[in-house]
């Protein structure tokens, strides 16, 4: 398992579709995985530390997780099959009881960046799927991928994310 963090949301030229991209600790991987738009809005809500007036829904899953005495440990991507990619949210009880939530890597990265629960990869999956961002073969490509990730900015999304607001709030 490699542990990975959050670089950024990006879109998709092609689709407009939201991509979360992340990257390995010592950034010469990076693993773009396309999410919803809802999944893009909470990822960046948390990452430009905006706040909202009542819970999300990442936040009602940690909410209701945590009341029943679970405690978030880890999430990990751990498969690849057709370009889908799967994910699971490891879960503790106070005895060292560890339950396995299968999940949307999409769902399971926003609930993991709200509370600073480590984020894993597998071997399988960077192999499939990551851009190396190290290679000097690669160097230029890397580099452009890099600055186009730091160059996206919340306003960029926020057509998505009003939109999205709409649809989660109680009218």
């Known amino acids: 398992m490699i542990e990975m963090k959050v670089m950024g949301i990006a879109l998709d030229t092609r689709t407009g579709s939201p991509i979360v991209v992340l990257h390995d600790t010592e950034n010469r991987r990076a693993l773009p995985i396309w999410i919803g738009s809802a999944e893009a809005s909470s990822i960046i809500?948390?990452?430009?530390?905006?706040?909202?007036?009542?819970?999300?829904?990442?936040d009602l899953i940690i909410s209701i997780i945590e009341k029943t005495g679970y405690k978030i440990t880890k999430v990990e991507i751990n498969d690849v099959e057709k370009e889908t990619y799967f994910a699971v949210i490891f879960l503790e009880d106070e005895n060292g009881k560890v339950i396995e939530i299968d999940s949307r890597p999409s769902d399971a990265i926003a609930v993991a960046i709200r509370i600073d629960a480590p984020i894993y990869v597998t071997a399988n999956v960077l192999s499939n799927g990551s851009v190396s961002t190290d290679s000097a073969k690669d160097a230029q490509e890397a580099e452009e991928f890099k600055n186009f990730v730091q160059s996206i900015k919340p306003s960029d999304f926020a057509k998505l994310m009003k939109d999205n607001d709409h649809h989660e709030s109680d009218q």
């Not at 809500?45 to 990442?58: D, F, G, W």
């Open 45 to 58: 809500r948390k990452i430009e530390n905006l706040s909202v007036a009542r819970p999300m829904t990442h």
